[in-house]
């Protein structure tokens, strides 16, 4: 059974940072990309960042390039986002996501994901 749990989120002040984490189980972890997303209150869900299975290759949305690190360590099976220089606007819940061959196909999973606030 495929999990993603989310954990990290909270308050901060514009310019600060956090670092949110995903434990991932139920599948073989470093086979599949991993992804953020995030949506924030009346908007539909953007892609933030993607990070490739061995972790070689990194993709940032426009808006966070140069402020988010997304990383991962295979031997913990977890996938993190570093914020640095968070602004108002980076304020949503934030979610991991893969997409997983499971026997009936290719599957989106998604984790309950971690609301980060960004404010003052």
């Known amino acids: 059974q495929v999990q993603l749990v989310e954990s990290g989120g909270g308050l901060v002040q514009p310019g600060g940072s956090l670092r949110l984490s995903c434990a991932a189980s139920?599948?073989?972890?470093?086979?599949?990309?991993m992804r953020w997303y995030r949506q924030a209150p009346g908007k539909v869900r953007e892609l933030v960042a993607v990070?490739?299975?061995?972790?070689?290759?990194?993709n940032y949305a426009g808006s966070v390039k140069g402020r988010f690190t997304i990383s991962r360590d295979n031997a913990k099976n977890t996938v993190y986002l570093q914020m640095n220089a968070l602004k108002p606007e980076d304020t949503a819940v934030y979610y991991c996501?893969?997409?997983?061959?499971?026997?009936?196909?290719?599957?989106?999973?998604w984790g309950q994901g971690t609301q980060v606030t960004v404010s003052s």
């Open positions: 990070i490739t299975g061995a972790g070689t290759n990194t």
């Open positions: 996501n893969a997409a997983v061959i499971v026997p009936v196909g290719l599957t989106n999973y």
């Open positions: 139920g599948f073989i972890f470093s086979s599949y990309a």
